[in-house]
Protein backbone atom coordinates (compact mmCIF):
# COMPACT_ATOMS: atom_id res chain seq x y z
CA UNK A 1 0.00 0.00 0.00
CA UNK A 2 1.38 3.40 -0.73
CA UNK A 3 2.75 4.98 2.48
CA UNK A 4 6.18 6.96 1.34
CA UNK A 5 6.27 9.61 -0.86
CA UNK A 6 7.66 7.59 -3.03
CA UNK A 7 5.00 5.25 -2.97
CA UNK A 8 2.44 7.95 -3.72
CA UNK A 9 4.51 9.22 -6.96
CA UNK A 10 4.10 5.32 -7.88
CA UNK A 11 0.65 5.19 -7.36
CA UNK A 12 -0.57 8.60 -7.07
CA UNK A 13 -2.47 10.04 -4.46
CA UNK A 14 -5.06 8.35 -2.26
CA UNK A 15 -8.42 9.01 -2.70
CA UNK A 16 -9.74 7.70 0.53
CA UNK A 17 -7.54 7.51 3.73
CA UNK A 18 -8.10 5.99 7.02
CA UNK A 19 -5.82 7.61 9.64
CA UNK A 20 -5.66 5.70 13.40
CA UNK A 21 -9.50 5.17 13.54
CA UNK A 22 -10.32 3.55 16.31
CA UNK A 23 -14.21 1.85 16.63
CA UNK A 24 -15.04 1.02 19.73
CA UNK A 25 -18.88 -0.70 20.98
CA UNK A 26 -20.65 -0.39 24.10
CA UNK A 27 -18.63 0.52 27.57
CA UNK A 28 -17.29 0.00 30.79
CA UNK A 29 -16.10 -3.39 30.79
CA UNK A 30 -18.28 -4.62 27.86
CA UNK A 31 -16.31 -2.18 25.70
CA UNK A 32 -15.62 -4.46 21.67
CA UNK A 33 -12.55 -3.11 19.90
CA UNK A 34 -14.02 -3.87 16.86
CA UNK A 35 -10.78 -1.46 14.86
CA UNK A 36 -7.56 -0.89 16.45
CA UNK A 37 -5.40 1.86 14.86
CA UNK A 38 -5.88 1.42 11.44
CA UNK A 39 -4.11 2.99 8.97
CA UNK A 40 -5.64 2.53 5.24
CA UNK A 41 -4.44 4.25 2.17
CA UNK A 42 -6.74 3.43 -1.27
CA UNK A 43 -5.00 4.89 -4.32
CA UNK A 44 -7.35 6.40 -7.05
CA UNK A 45 -8.33 3.75 -9.98
CA UNK A 46 -7.94 0.50 -7.83
CA UNK A 47 -9.29 -2.13 -6.31
CA UNK A 48 -8.67 -3.07 -2.42
CA UNK A 49 -10.38 -6.41 -0.87
CA UNK A 50 -11.08 -6.47 2.46
CA UNK A 51 -10.21 -10.26 4.20
CA UNK A 52 -10.28 -11.87 7.28
CA UNK A 53 -12.48 -14.17 10.08
CA UNK A 54 -15.59 -13.89 10.99
CA UNK A 55 -15.44 -10.95 13.47
CA UNK A 56 -12.23 -9.25 12.14
CA UNK A 57 -13.86 -5.54 11.97
CA UNK A 58 -14.28 -5.88 8.32
CA UNK A 59 -17.93 -4.48 7.62
CA UNK A 60 -16.89 -2.00 10.71
CA UNK A 61 -14.55 -0.81 8.33
CA UNK A 62 -16.33 -0.54 5.66
CA UNK A 63 -19.42 1.47 7.10
CA UNK A 64 -16.97 3.89 8.87
CA UNK A 65 -15.24 4.23 5.43
CA UNK A 66 -18.65 4.42 3.05
CA UNK A 67 -19.64 7.25 6.02
CA UNK A 68 -22.43 5.11 7.40
CA UNK A 69 -20.58 4.81 10.57
CA UNK A 70 -18.14 7.26 12.80
CA UNK A 71 -14.38 6.33 14.23
CA UNK A 72 -14.62 6.48 17.83
CA UNK A 73 -11.02 8.10 17.49
CA UNK A 74 -9.12 8.99 14.43
CA UNK A 75 -9.65 10.60 10.74
CA UNK A 76 -11.47 9.34 7.68
CA UNK A 77 -10.15 11.62 4.59
CA UNK A 78 -11.88 11.40 0.98
CA UNK A 79 -10.45 13.34 -2.01
CA UNK A 80 -9.19 14.95 0.33
CA UNK A 81 -11.91 15.86 3.02
CA UNK A 82 -12.18 14.62 5.86
CA UNK A 83 -15.21 13.24 6.57
CA UNK A 84 -15.12 11.77 9.56
CA UNK A 85 -17.02 14.17 12.34
CA UNK A 86 -19.26 15.41 9.90
CA UNK A 87 -23.22 15.96 11.04
CA UNK A 88 -25.71 13.15 9.93
CA UNK A 89 -26.94 15.40 7.19
CA UNK A 90 -23.73 16.28 5.69
CA UNK A 91 -22.44 12.24 5.69
CA UNK A 92 -26.20 11.16 3.99
CA UNK A 93 -25.22 13.79 1.74
CA UNK A 94 -21.82 12.93 0.58
CA UNK A 95 -23.15 9.37 0.12
CA UNK A 96 -25.45 10.82 -2.05
CA UNK A 97 -23.23 12.21 -4.43
CA UNK A 98 -20.24 10.49 -3.50
CA UNK A 99 -20.21 7.04 -1.91
CA UNK A 100 -21.96 3.92 -4.19
CA UNK A 101 -22.80 1.14 -1.90
CA UNK A 102 -23.51 -2.79 -2.91
CA UNK A 103 -24.63 -5.59 -0.17
CA UNK A 104 -24.49 -9.43 0.09
CA UNK A 105 -28.39 -9.60 -0.55
CA UNK A 106 -28.52 -7.19 -3.40
CA UNK A 107 -31.66 -5.57 -2.02
CA UNK A 108 -33.54 -5.15 -5.41
CA UNK A 109 -37.55 -4.48 -5.08
CA UNK A 110 -39.52 -7.27 -6.11
CA UNK A 111 -41.85 -5.48 -7.31
CA UNK A 112 -39.85 -3.06 -9.53
CA UNK A 113 -37.75 -4.35 -12.95
CA UNK A 114 -34.20 -3.86 -13.47
CA UNK A 115 -34.46 -0.50 -14.88
CA UNK A 116 -36.94 0.98 -12.65
CA UNK A 117 -34.58 -0.05 -9.50
CA UNK A 118 -31.99 1.34 -10.65
CA UNK A 119 -33.88 4.79 -11.64
CA UNK A 120 -35.92 4.76 -8.30
CA UNK A 121 -32.46 4.68 -6.89
CA UNK A 122 -31.41 8.13 -9.03
CA UNK A 123 -34.81 9.22 -7.47
CA UNK A 124 -34.06 8.63 -3.66
CA UNK A 125 -30.70 9.79 -4.06
CA UNK A 126 -32.07 13.32 -4.81
CA UNK A 127 -31.20 13.39 -8.58
CA UNK A 128 -32.97 15.74 -10.69
CA UNK A 129 -35.25 13.87 -13.07
CA UNK A 130 -33.95 15.06 -15.78
CA UNK A 131 -31.26 12.62 -17.31
CA UNK A 132 -32.29 9.82 -15.06
CA UNK A 133 -33.36 7.68 -18.05
CA UNK A 134 -29.96 7.97 -19.68
CA UNK A 135 -27.93 7.61 -16.58
CA UNK A 136 -30.06 4.42 -15.48
CA UNK A 137 -29.47 2.81 -18.80
CA UNK A 138 -25.78 3.68 -19.03
CA UNK A 139 -25.17 2.31 -15.47
CA UNK A 140 -26.72 -1.00 -16.57
CA UNK A 141 -25.21 -0.97 -20.11
CA UNK A 142 -21.92 -0.74 -17.56
CA UNK A 143 -22.65 -3.96 -16.11
CA UNK A 144 -24.06 -5.72 -18.92
CA UNK A 145 -27.99 -5.93 -17.93
CA UNK A 146 -29.36 -3.02 -20.52
CA UNK A 147 -31.01 -6.15 -23.01
CA UNK A 148 -32.10 -7.51 -19.68
CA UNK A 149 -33.17 -3.95 -17.97
CA UNK A 150 -37.37 -5.15 -18.33
CA UNK A 151 -37.13 -7.84 -15.78
CA UNK A 152 -37.94 -7.84 -12.47
CA UNK A 153 -35.22 -9.53 -9.92
CA UNK A 154 -37.42 -12.59 -9.88
CA UNK A 155 -36.90 -13.22 -13.43
CA UNK A 156 -32.81 -12.83 -13.01
CA UNK A 157 -30.28 -15.41 -11.53
CA UNK A 158 -28.28 -13.91 -8.65
CA UNK A 159 -25.36 -12.94 -10.27
CA UNK A 160 -27.12 -10.51 -12.71
CA UNK A 161 -29.64 -9.21 -9.47
CA UNK A 162 -26.07 -8.41 -8.23
CA UNK A 163 -25.18 -6.58 -11.25
CA UNK A 164 -28.22 -4.38 -11.31
CA UNK A 165 -27.38 -3.82 -7.67
CA UNK A 166 -24.47 -2.52 -8.51
CA UNK A 167 -25.73 -0.44 -11.66
CA UNK A 168 -27.96 1.10 -9.26
CA UNK A 169 -24.72 1.81 -6.42
CA UNK A 170 -22.94 3.37 -9.66
CA UNK A 171 -25.42 5.38 -11.76
CA UNK A 172 -25.50 8.46 -9.76
CA UNK A 173 -21.32 8.34 -10.90
CA UNK A 174 -19.90 8.10 -7.12
CA UNK A 175 -16.42 8.62 -6.52
CA UNK A 176 -16.35 5.03 -4.38
CA UNK A 177 -17.72 2.09 -4.43
CA UNK A 178 -17.98 0.17 -1.02
CA UNK A 179 -18.99 -3.52 -1.43
CA UNK A 180 -19.76 -5.56 1.58
CA UNK A 181 -19.21 -9.46 0.93
CA UNK A 182 -20.81 -9.03 -2.70
CA UNK A 183 -20.16 -12.35 -4.11
CA UNK A 184 -21.15 -14.30 -0.67
CA UNK A 185 -24.35 -15.83 -1.83
CA UNK A 186 -23.51 -16.52 -4.84
CA UNK A 187 -22.05 -19.55 -6.43
CA UNK A 188 -18.31 -18.99 -7.79
CA UNK A 189 -19.03 -18.96 -11.44
CA UNK A 190 -21.75 -16.04 -10.83
CA UNK A 191 -19.03 -14.38 -8.05
CA UNK A 192 -16.16 -14.14 -10.73
CA UNK A 193 -19.27 -12.40 -13.52
CA UNK A 194 -19.78 -9.96 -10.60
CA UNK A 195 -16.17 -9.41 -9.69
CA UNK A 196 -15.02 -9.45 -13.78
CA UNK A 197 -17.78 -6.41 -13.34
CA UNK A 198 -15.86 -4.60 -10.89
CA UNK A 199 -12.39 -5.32 -12.71
CA UNK A 200 -14.02 -3.63 -15.79
CA UNK A 201 -15.80 -0.98 -13.67
CA UNK A 202 -11.94 -0.19 -12.55
CA UNK A 203 -10.76 -0.47 -15.92
CA UNK A 204 -12.79 1.36 -18.02
CA UNK A 205 -14.73 3.99 -16.12
CA UNK A 206 -11.82 4.62 -13.37
CA UNK A 207 -13.80 3.61 -10.39
CA UNK A 208 -12.10 2.63 -7.20
CA UNK A 209 -13.71 -0.18 -5.33
CA UNK A 210 -13.14 -1.51 -1.61
CA UNK A 211 -14.90 -4.68 -0.98
CA UNK A 212 -14.69 -7.69 1.31
CA UNK A 213 -14.89 -11.16 0.47
CA UNK A 214 -14.01 -14.48 2.53
CA UNK A 215 -13.46 -15.98 -1.42
CA UNK A 216 -10.07 -16.64 -1.94
CA UNK A 217 -10.25 -16.62 -5.93
CA UNK A 218 -11.57 -13.17 -5.98
CA UNK A 219 -8.59 -11.81 -3.70
CA UNK A 220 -6.54 -12.95 -6.61
CA UNK A 221 -8.59 -10.09 -8.95
CA UNK A 222 -7.97 -7.44 -6.39
CA UNK A 223 -4.80 -5.08 -6.82
CA UNK A 224 -4.58 -5.21 -3.46
CA UNK A 225 -5.64 -7.29 -0.29
CA UNK A 226 -5.55 -5.95 3.14
CA UNK A 227 -6.19 -8.84 5.81
CA UNK A 228 -7.51 -7.70 9.18
CA UNK A 229 -7.47 -9.52 12.21
CA UNK A 230 -8.94 -8.90 15.41
CA UNK A 231 -9.90 -5.11 14.15
CA UNK A 232 -6.09 -4.80 13.42
CA UNK A 233 -4.25 -4.80 9.95
CA UNK A 234 -1.70 -7.80 9.13
CA UNK A 235 0.87 -6.40 8.14
N1 LIG B 1 -23.17 -2.55 16.82
C1 LIG B 1 -22.28 -3.33 17.46
N2 LIG B 1 -22.31 -3.43 18.82
C2 LIG B 1 -21.41 -4.20 19.48
N3 LIG B 1 -20.44 -4.89 18.88
C3 LIG B 1 -20.36 -4.83 17.55
C4 LIG B 1 -21.28 -4.06 16.76
N4 LIG B 1 -20.95 -4.20 15.45
C5 LIG B 1 -19.89 -5.03 15.41
N5 LIG B 1 -19.53 -5.41 16.67
C6 LIG B 1 -18.39 -6.30 17.03
O1 LIG B 1 -17.24 -5.82 16.35
C7 LIG B 1 -16.44 -6.92 15.89
C8 LIG B 1 -16.24 -6.78 14.37
O2 LIG B 1 -17.48 -7.02 13.71
P1 LIG B 1 -17.66 -6.94 12.12
O3 LIG B 1 -19.09 -7.06 11.83
O4 LIG B 1 -16.95 -5.73 11.63
O5 LIG B 1 -16.87 -8.24 11.65
P2 LIG B 1 -16.70 -8.85 10.16
O6 LIG B 1 -15.23 -9.00 9.94
O7 LIG B 1 -17.47 -8.05 9.21
O8 LIG B 1 -17.34 -10.30 10.34
P3 LIG B 1 -18.17 -11.20 9.26
O9 LIG B 1 -17.12 -11.84 8.38
O10 LIG B 1 -18.87 -12.20 10.11
O11 LIG B 1 -19.11 -10.32 8.51
C9 LIG B 1 -17.15 -8.17 16.32
O12 LIG B 1 -16.59 -8.61 17.53
C10 LIG B 1 -18.59 -7.70 16.53
O13 LIG B 1 -19.24 -8.50 17.48
MG1 LIG C 1 -19.09 -8.46 7.94
Known amino acids: MPHTEQDRKTYGDPILEAVGVYRRFGRGNMVVTALDNIHLSVPAHSMVALQGRSGSGKTTLLNILAALDEPTEGKVILQGQQISGLSEAERSKLRRKEIGLVFQSFGLIPLMSAYENVEFGLRIAGES ?14 VGMKDRMKHRPME ?12 RAIAHEPAILIADEPTAELDSKMGLQVMRVFRDLVQDSGMTIVLTTHDPGI ?8 ALEDGKIVP
Open 129 to 142: VKGNQEAAERALER
Open 156 to 167: LSGGEQQRVAIA
Open 219 to 226: MELADYVI
